[in-house]
C-alpha cells in the first residue's frame, strides 16, 4: 500500500512537462511507451504473484530505459526508473537514479518523496554483491623501468632483459560480497569478503587479492552513517604469497545536500612479507572524498589522500599523498563518457644509492583514464565499457621510473 500511495504522488506532483527532452524524439512515441512502463508498474504493484510481478518490472525498467538511452535528460522517466528499481530490490541502481533526480528541478513533493526512498533503502540494504571481469592489454605489466643502463660510482652496468617491462594482454576478475544483519533500528553488524584476480600468460606478474572484514554500523540520522571493521587481508604475486595484513579501517559517509556527498575512510594495517621481511610494518591511509550530481546526466567526484608506510628497512619508509578528480557524463544516443586523473606524490626515507647519489628517493606519479559506453548495448542489465589508463613516474632513483598504457574491455551494470 505505501508503495502505491507513493506511486500516485509521484503522478499528482511532478508535471507531465518534465517529459520534455533536450534530444526529442517523436512525442507521441514516447508518451506511448512511458505509458506501457507506468502500466506494468502499476499492475506490478497490484499483483500477489512475484515470478509475475519480477516481469512486469522487468518490462517497466525496459521501457524507461530505453527512453532515458534516447534523452537522459528526462527527470520524470529517471524517477519512475528508479521507483521500479526501488520495487523490483535494486537497491544500488534505484539510489543512484533517485539521487540524479534530486540534482533536477522537481518539485517539493516529490523531493521528499524520494527523501523517504532512500531512507528506507538505506535502513533495509542487507545483501550486496559486485561481480565483474575485463580484458586487460598493457605495454608495461609489471611497472618497471626501461632504463638499461645503470651507473654506479660513474660506471656503467647493462641491466638483464628479463628485468625490463614486458607487454601482455590478461584478464581479470573481482567479487565482493557483504551482509548486514540488523541489531536494531540504526545498528547493523557487517560481514564481508573482496576477492580478485588478475592473470597473464606464465605466472610472474599474475596477482591474487582477498580480504575479509567484520563489524558494526551506525546509522546516524537521516543523511549520515558510520562502520568500524576489521580487516584480514592476504596477497599473492607470481603464484607465491606475498604478505598477510590485519588491522582495521574506519568508514564514514554523509549526505550534505540533495546533490553534494562527502565520505572518508581511515584504515590501519600491519603487513608480513612472506620472503622480503625487511618490508614489514604498519601501513596507514586515510582518504576524504565528495561527489556532486551536477544535474541528472552530470556526476563528478573527487578525493584526497595521505599513507605512509614504517617498514623495518629504513629506505622503504615513505609517506604518499595523492589526489583524483573524474567527471561522467551521460549523452544522447545512449552514450556515457568519463575521465579522471590522479597525482601522487611519494617520498622516502634513508640513503637511497645506487639508485641515487644518496639522497632519499622521490617519486611524482601521474595517471588519466578516460572510459566509455553505450548504455543501449545491454545484456542482463551490463554493458561492454571501454577503458584507457595511461601513467607516468618520474623519479630521482634509477630504475624506478616508468611509462605504461593499459585498457580494459568490461562488463559493466549500468542504467
Keep these: 500500500m505505501r508503495c502505491f500511495l507513493a ?40 499483483t500477489p504473484d512475484s515470478d509475475r510481478r519480477d516481469v512486469l518490472l522487468d518490462e517497466a525498467i525496459a521501457a524507461f530505459h530505453g527512453m532515458l538511452v534516447a534523452n537522459p535528460g528526462l527527470v520524470r522517466v529517471r524517477l519512475e526508473l528508479a521507483h521500479a528499481f526501488f520495487l523490483k530490490g535494486e537497491d544500488s541502481l534505484a539510489r543512484q537514479h533517485f539521487e540524479d533526480v534530486l540534482a533536477g528541478e522537481v518539485p517539493d513533493a516529490v523531493r521528499a518523496n524520494v527523501n523517504r526512498f532512500l531512507a528506507e533503502i538505506r535502513a533495509r540494504r542487507r545483501w550486496s554483491f559486485n561481480l565483474g571481469f575485463a580484458l586487460a592489454p598493457d605495454t608495461n605489466i609489471g611497472a618497471t623501468s626501461d632504463e638499461r643502463i645503470i651507473y654506479i660510482f660513474g660506471l656503467p652496468f647493462e641491466r638483464d632483459a628479463e628485468e625490463l617491462s614486458t607487454s601482455g594482454v590478461g584478464l581479470s576478475a573481482w567479487l565482493s560480497g557483504e551482509y548486514q544483519y540488523p541489531l536494531g533500528e540504526r545498528r547493523r553488524l ?34 549520515a552513517e558510520a562502520s568500524m571493521l576489521a580487516s ?34 581511515a584504515s590501519y594495517h600491519h603487513r608480513s612479507y612472506r620472503t622480503e621481511t625487511q618490508l614489514n610494518g604498519p601501513v596507514a591511509d586515510v582518504i576524504l572524498g565528495g561527489a556532486w550530481i551536477v544535474g541528472p546526466t552530470i556526476r563528478a567526484d573527487g578525493a584526497l589522500g595521505w599513507g605512509r608506510e614504517r617498514t623495518e628497512l629504513e629506505r622503504w619508509r615513505h609517506e604518499r599523498k595523492w589526489l583524483r578528480l573524474g567527471v561522467s557524463v551521460s549523452l544522447p544516443l545512449g552514450f556515457t563518457v568519463g575521465g579522471s586523473g590522479e597525482i601522487r606524490w611519494t617520498d622516502y626515507e634513508g640513503n637511497w644509492y645506487p639508485h641515487t647519489q644518496g639522497e632519499p628517493r622521490e617519486d611524482r606519479t601521474r595517471s588519466l583514464r578516460l572510459s566509455v559506453y553505450n548504455r543501449a548495448f545491454a545484456w542482463r542489465g551490463f554493458s561492454p565499457r571501454l577503458s584507457l589508463v595511461h601513467e607516468v613516474r618520474e623519479t630521482n632513483a634509477q630504475l624506478y621510473d616508468y611509462q605504461r598504457t593499459g585498457g580494459e574491455l568490461s562488463l559493466v551494470r549500468v542504467f
Design 232 to 265: 584480514v587481508q592476504r596477497r599473492w604475486i607470481g603464484g607465491g604469497q606475498f604478505y598477510d595484513a590485519h588491522g582495521a579501517r574506519l568508514e564514514a559517509a554523509r549526505r550534505v545536500s540533495r546533490q553534494v556527498t562527502t565520505f572518508t575512510r
Design 7 to 46: 506511486t500516485l504522488a509521484f503522478l499528482l506532483c511532478l508535471p507531465a512537462a518534465t517529459l520534455a527532452a533536450t534530444h526529442e524524439p517523436d512525442p507521441v512515441d514516447l508518451e506511448a511507451q512511458f505509458q506501457r512502463g507506468m502500466a506494468a508498474v502499476g499492475e506490478a504493484i497490484a
Design 190 to 223: 557487517r560481514a564481508g569478503a573482496d576477492v580478485s584476480r588478475r592473470d597473464y600468460a606464465g605466472s610472474r606478474f599474475d596477482q591474487t587479492f582477498v580480504s575479509v572484514h567484520g563489524g558494526p554500523r551506525w546509522l546516524v540520522g537521516a543523511n
